[in-house]
T-cell receptor
Framework: GAVVSQHPSWVICKSGTSVKIECRSL??????MFWYRQFPKQSLMLMAT?????????EQGVEKDKFLINHASLTLSTLTVTSAHPEDSSFYIC?????????????FGPGTRLTVL | QKEVEQNSGPLSVPEGAIASLNCTYSDRGSQSFFWYRQYSGKSPELIMSIYSNGDKEDGRFTAQLNKASQYVSLLIRDSQPSDSATYLCAVRPLRGNNRLAFGKGNQVVVIP
């Protein structure tokens, strides 16, 4: 149980284009989803938290107009990197949290490796 | 003060030995504690959760929690080369929009 999928697993795009990454919880309803970014050999960096039907809450320093998050249903969240540039190249990982109390864990998707040329 | 601290550098252990990882947290009201394993180039996967003081065992893994000392640890018994990974300690603060606060991780290298 608690499987989270991400699509695509990797993407290469030209500078200036937009890229959409999908995150789905396959066997549970995710009231909260999180988006992380991780550069090589560095720790996870939380970008934003989204609750179904609400606007995402972005961490300090993360541009909300550049990283558009849509949590349209209890099983789907999308991250769109708009006008991507080489410095946006990174490993993007979503995480989903089932409904429940403080004891509930977060489950991670397999990640999307973005390379911007 | 960081929410979750994992201060040890890379840990090298011989195959079959015990690997011991430590983590401290700052929010005394935290109730939920987790250990994730992350292989190089992959995303984190949940391996242990613990909520009460004491030990919790799952196979070769044992999580230990001491809320008074704000301390969580993970023991890996009979370490195998496949245990070579980065281990992330995660804590759910009492206030924090349901998110987990992660430590930077400890790299474990099991030497055959």
């Amino acid at each position: 149980g608690a499987v989270v999928s991400q699509h695509p697993s990797w993407v290469i795009c030209k500078s200036g284009t937009s890229v959409k990454i999908e995150c789905r919880s396959l066997d549970f309803q995710a009231t909260t989803m999180f988006w992380y970014r991780q550069f090589p050999k560095q720790s996870l960096m939380l970008m934003a938290t989204s609750n179904e039907g609400s606007k995402a809450t972005y961490e300090q320093g993360v541009e909300k107009d550049k990283f558009l998050i849509n949590h349209a249903s209890l099983t789907l969240s999308t991250l769109t990197v708009t006008s991507a540039h080489p410095e946006d190249s990174s490993f993007y990982i979503c995480s989903a949290r089932p409904a429940g109390g403080m004891a509930v864990a977060q489950y991670f998707g397999p990640g999307t490796r973005l390379t911007v040329l | 003060q960081k929410e979750v601290e994992q201060n040890s550098g890379p840990l090298s252990v011989p195959e079959g030995a015990i690997a011991s990882l430590n983590c401290t947290y700052s929010d005394r009201g935290s109730q939920s504690f987790f250990w994730y394993r992350q292989y190089s180039g992959k995303s984190p996967e949940l391996i242990m959760s613990i909520y009460s003081n004491g030990d919790k065992e799952d196979g070769r893994f044992t999580a230990q929690l001491n809320k008074a000392s704000q301390y969580v640890s993970l023991l890996i018994r009979d370490s195998q080369p496949s245990d070579s990974a980065t281990y992330l300690c995660a804590v759910r603060p009492l206030r924090g929009n349901n998110r987990l606060a992660f430590g930077k991780g400890n790299q474990v290298v099991v030497i055959p």
